[in-house]
């Protein structure tokens, strides 16, 4: 079996070999090696396996995504005040401000230092890529920094926020994938558009998570973002669709400085309970699930290139033997596991490619069917919400969340 992790996480050993100044780089090495998901290099090292059936040539685009991801954690966890990443105590509370900053610094230089080891032409358009990314991040951070100090967030502006903050580093992981495996201009822009909307679905899931997962599963403490009074999609259908008193309820409640945390924290749970705000985020997770899978169909490989055309049966098979591995190390959620993995065998087999002979090419609908399946089995077994596990995505079967 072809172990993502294991290639991954010694690979990255080996780049980030810098010992001086300590106070430098032992920051970083910490942040590092504190685990995480590793979504984002395994979105790239998942792409290029599907087109290639190699992950050796995508692995320092993975690196330098999950550093630059690193870098933007160091950075926020500044500015949110944050005193726990992964269940650890986050860069700037184990040492302090500054050293948060400039580790993070030098995790977004070493970044890019990573990519100068592809060719010419392909170090252009990953670090264009990443350059842009950069830059959208940054606005996304400015505009949810810009939400704290206003009462009022329309929804839009909060979509174009997560879209910039979170979805678009997604997004540019997908294509990262792509451009390693030289896939053409227009498979390359449809993975990207993929990957923001899947992105933004993930984003949805981690505000659900915020407030009504297992601390112990999430890493972070449950509720930070009512403390933080932060305006998340929970908190903007809540405002607009209560009645004025229980409006002005909500608002006193969650504009307070209350004594008792944990009072605050149930109570506005409450509101977004009852207000219909997390059925209203259920759907709109399964809005992007849909249009993503709508976008990848419109994929078109050239048959007459072997390279392109994915192994779907060997991919498959990885992939189960991945899932049933990182199901083994859960024991904690065992039952839950044993539930995802029947569905996930049960749906995985069904996975084909459609030809068609005109016009030499093959429209790629395997990925569309279960991309957000697979990458969310990925992406959260650190994190499953007893109460969510069971959520169901635009019948793509039992996600958790």
């Avoid at 979504?39 to 330098?64: E, K, M, Q």
Wanted: aromatic share 10%; hydrophobic share 35%; proline share 2%.
């Amino acid at each position: 079996m072809k172990d993502y992790i294991k290639f991954f996480e010694e690979f990255l050993k080996k780049e980030i070999d810098y010992d001086n100044p300590k106070n430098l780089y032992e920051p970083v090495k910490y942040l590092l090696d504190s685990g995480g998901k590793r979504l984002r290099p395994l979105i790239t090292l998942f792409v290029s396996d599907l087109f290639t059936g190699n992950i050796t040539n995508a692995l320092s685009a993975s690196a330098a995504l999950e550093i630059f991801h690193n870098f933007t954690l160091a950075h926020d966890d500044i500015m949110d005040n944050s005193i726990m990443r992964r269940g650890k105590k986050t860069i700037n509370s184990k040492w302090d401000n500054n050293t948060g900053i400039l580790s993070g610094d030098v995790m977004l230089i070493i970044s890019y230092e990573i990519l100068n080891k592809y060719d010419e032409s392909k170090y252009i358009l990953l670090s264009k890529q990443l350059t842009q990314t950069s830059r959208l991040v940054c606005e996304g951070q400015q505009n949810d920094m810009d939400f704290s100090l206003k009462k009022d967030v329309l929804e839009a502006d909060y979509f174009e926020m997560i879209e910039n903050k979170t979805a678009v580093l997604i997004g540019c992981s997908f294509m990262f994938g792509g451009i390693v495996s030289d896939l053409n201009t227009k498979n390359v822009n449809v993975l990207y558009e993929v990957g923001k909307n899947l992105g933004i679905a993930f984003q949805l899931e981690d505000d659900l998570l915020d407030c009504f997962g297992d601390e112990a599963k999430f890493g972070k403490k449950i509720g930070g973002d009512i403390l933080e009074k932060k305006k998340t999609l929970l908190y903007i259908y809540t405002q607009a669709n209560l009645d004025n008193n229980k409006r002005v309820e909500f608002e006193n409640i969650f504009f307070s400085d209350h004594s008792k945390e944990s009072i605050k924290i149930d109570t506005i749970k409450s509101f977004y309970e009852t207000s219909g705000a997390v059925e209203y985020l259920k759907n709109k997770v399964q809005e992007y699930s849909e249009h993503a899978k709508k976008l990848v169909n419109q994929m078109q490989i050239d048959a007459t290139s072997p390279n392109e055309l994915p192994d779907i049966d060997s991919y498959t098979a990885l992939m189960n033997a991945y899932i049933e591995e990182q199901q083994s190390l859960i024991s904690i959620i065992e039952s839950e596991v044993n539930e995802i993995k029947s569905d996930v065998n049960a749906t995985m087999p069904n996975i084909q490619c459609s030809k068609s002979n005109e016009e030499g090419t093959v429209t790629i609908t395997c990925l569309a069917e279960k991309v957000h399946d697979l990458l969310i089995q990925m992406e959260d077994y650190s994190g499953v919400s007893d109460h969510y596990s069971s959520m169901k995505l635009s019948g793509l079967g039992s996600v958790p969340i």
